[in-house]
Antibody
């Protein structure tokens, strides 16, 4: 059974940094691209970033370029999202998702990040 | 690419047919258009990919169609568990990924 379990969310102050993790199981992790998607309170889905299966290529949404860094450790079956200089508008549920055929075929339950002073 | 979903909210009764629209700001490759369902407090679930192919385990009450700039998700006979928010998504060659704003199907 495919499972994606996110962690690392919580309550943060503006300007702080955090690293989210997503632990994968139930499939050959190194075969799949991985993504992060976020959803603000009461808002829609917003794609954030992707990383290819080897970790050699990363892409970001324009809105997060320069502050977000995606990475992965295939030995640990884990994908990460580093967020620097947190802003109030980064407050959201952050989901990791497995890349399928130009879609996201499995999603984690998400981890909530709240940024407030 | 901007994806515009309409209507924002669809108020229907169980047993009725739901027609959801997703319009792209320019012509897109239908093979890269997908639909997701998200129930309150739950994670999104892939329903349709390649515009019309049902994902594994998805009932045939859900069907997708369209090409160019206009795509449609149809729920043929609404069941109570179908009341949710539905998102379309486009995954281009850059690659960049865009979601529509969502359509809420409510009772």
């Amino acid at each position: 059974e495919v499972q994606l379990v996110e962690s690392g969310g919580g309550f943060f102050q503006p300007g702080e940094s955090l690293r989210l993790s997503c632990a994968a199981s139930g499939f050959t992790f190194s075969d799949n691209w991985m993504h992060w998607v976020r959803q603000g309170p009461g808002k829609g889905l917003v794609w954030v970033s992707l990383i290819n299966n080897y970790g050699t290529s990363t892409i970001y949404a324009d809105s997060v370029k320069g502050r977000f860094t995606i990475s992965r450790d295939n030995a640990r079956n884990t994908v990460y999202l580093q967020i620097n200089s947190l802003r109030a508008e980064d407050t959201a549920q952050y989901f990791c998702a497995r890349g399928g055929d130009r879609n996201f075929d499995f999603w984690g339950q998400g981890t909530l990040v709240t940024v407030s002073s | 690419i901007v994806l515009t979903q309409s209507p924002g909210t669809l108020s229907l009764s169980p047993g009725e047919r739901a027609t959801l629209s997703c319009r792209a700001s320019q012509s897109v490759d239908r093979d890269y258009l997908a639909w997701y369902q998200q129930k309150p407090g739950q994670t999104p679930r892939l329903l349709i990919y390649r515009a019309s192919t049902r994902a594994t385990g998805i009932t045939d009450r859900f069907s997708g169609s369209g090409s160019g700039t206009d795509f449609t998700l149809i729920i043929s006979r609404l069941e109570p568990e179908d009341f949710a928010v539905y998102y379309c998504q486009y995954y281009d060659d850059s690659p960049q990924v865009t979601f529509g704003g969502g359509t809420k199907v409510e009772i």
